[in-house]
């Protein structure tokens, strides 16, 4: 019972980590591009990430069973509780140190570090490579490409069409009051702070198009659709983040907990973590890849929900994180305002990514089989 509680309590951690990590990521286009506030944006991305939570375990059953690590090593006999206790510590553990910092790394690729890490300590060189190539690190390289080649390729389209079309666009500064990080109060007294403004303004440029369509104001009917958008990304995050987390109870399912409860449990830590956690994360993603507008996030978003919305029907364990990143990227080529040294320290810390959490992984699997 013991070691049942630390699983359940280390999973938890990765769901808090997670939601840290990468709850803000669907809509950080919309805080970015200045159409709403930090805290509209949170709370929007909370409701549609917890949303998608909840209908993951009816529509992502391959993601459930592709992290459950069958089929991946050469044991005959069940996995032990002590190795999905290694590998959820070992997630977490990669995934919150990456948040502190403001870098958004891939939940998923720390689980395949962590379900790496923790193999090779418990099985040796019995590990299925094959498996592990076809499985996970295939879609976890192809990703970031397809979602660099979308997210570029479908800005260029729809720009020319806009040019085509003449519909022009111009800078609109708007005074908003400012949200500030207050100091030296106690922690929670901190996090609720952040919900609220201060009395401080300041000047935001915001681009607005030009026209209407239908007697609408085309930017409303842009905003509209970039709001809808980042929503969409928010809930693809959520079906696919949600079952990989899952599957690492699927080991103490039958022990009183149902897969309802448990569910439940890890889409309300996901929604705690990216409510008091994701504010580092979120100014990397919103203002230091690169210079965001509405239209140009609407397209961001239409890219990286088809991807991932997609990958999670077909079973196929793809990184919101490598996706939403990649799309940013692909637009931020095109427009030429990519910050490449943002970008260059992005990927870095994805390639330290799954070493860092197979380490802790491997670490904790040998502390607990001692």
């Known amino acids: ?63 459930i069973k592709s992290f459950s690590a ?57 590990i299925k490579l094959s498996a592990l190539l076809h499985n996970f690190l295939t879609p976890l390289l192809l990703s970031p490409f397809i979602a660099v080649a979308m997210g570029g390729v479908l800005y260029f389209c729809l720009n020319h069409l806009r040019q085509y079309l003449k519909v022009t666009k111009e800078l609109s500064s708007s005074t908003e009051k400012e949200e500030t990080l207050p100091q030296r109060k106690s922690f929670v007294l901190r996090k609720m702070e952040e919900w609220e403004f201060s009395t401080d303004t300041k000047n935001r440029s915001v681009m607005k198009y030009q026209g209407k369509f239908m007697e609408i104001p085309l930017h409303a009917l842009i905003d509209i659709g970039h709001f809808l958008s980042a929503g969409a990304v928010s809930f693809a995050r959520g079906l696919n983040d949600t079952p990989k987390i899952f599957a690492l109870l699927l080991v103490i399912q039958g022990e009183n907990f149902s897969p ?45 929900a088809a991807i991932v919305f997609g990958a999670s029907l077909l079973g196929s364990p793809v990184s919101t994180t490598h996706v939403t990143c990649g799309t940013l990227f692909g637009m931020g080529i095109v427009t030429r305002q990519a910050n490449i040294r943002v970008i260059r320290e992005i990927l870095l810390s994805w390639l330290l990514t799954l070493p860092i959490s197979a380490f802790f992984a491997a670490g904790i699997y040998f502390l607990l089989t001692l």
């Open 1 to 63: 019972m013991t070691l049942t509680i630390l699983l359940l309590l280390a999973v938890i951690f990765v769901a808090y980590s997670n939601g840290s990590n990468d709850n803000f990521k669907g809509v950080a286009t919309l805080y970015g591009s200045g159409i709403l506030s930090y805290r509209s944006t949170l709370l929007w991305a909370t409701i549609t990430t917890f949303s998608g939570s909840l209908c993951a375990i009816y529509l992502s059953q391959g993601l």
């Open 70 to 126: 069958k089929g991946l090593f050469s044991v005959s006999t069940a996995l032990p509780i002590e190795f999905f206790i290694a590998v959820a510590f070992g997630t977490a553990i990669t995934v919150f140190l990456a948040t502190l910092t403001g870098f958004p790394i891939s939940t998923t690729h720390a689980l395949i570090g962590g379900l790496t890490g923790a193999g090779v300590v418990m099985a040796g060189q019995e």
């Open 260 to 304: 309802s409860f448990l569910l439940m449990i890890i889409a309300i830590a996901m929604a705690t973590g990216g409510i008091i956690n994701a504010r580092k994360v979120a100014e990397t993603m919103s203002q230091k890849i690169t210079k965001i507008e509405t239209g140009q996030g609407f397209t961001t978003n239409i890219s990286t």
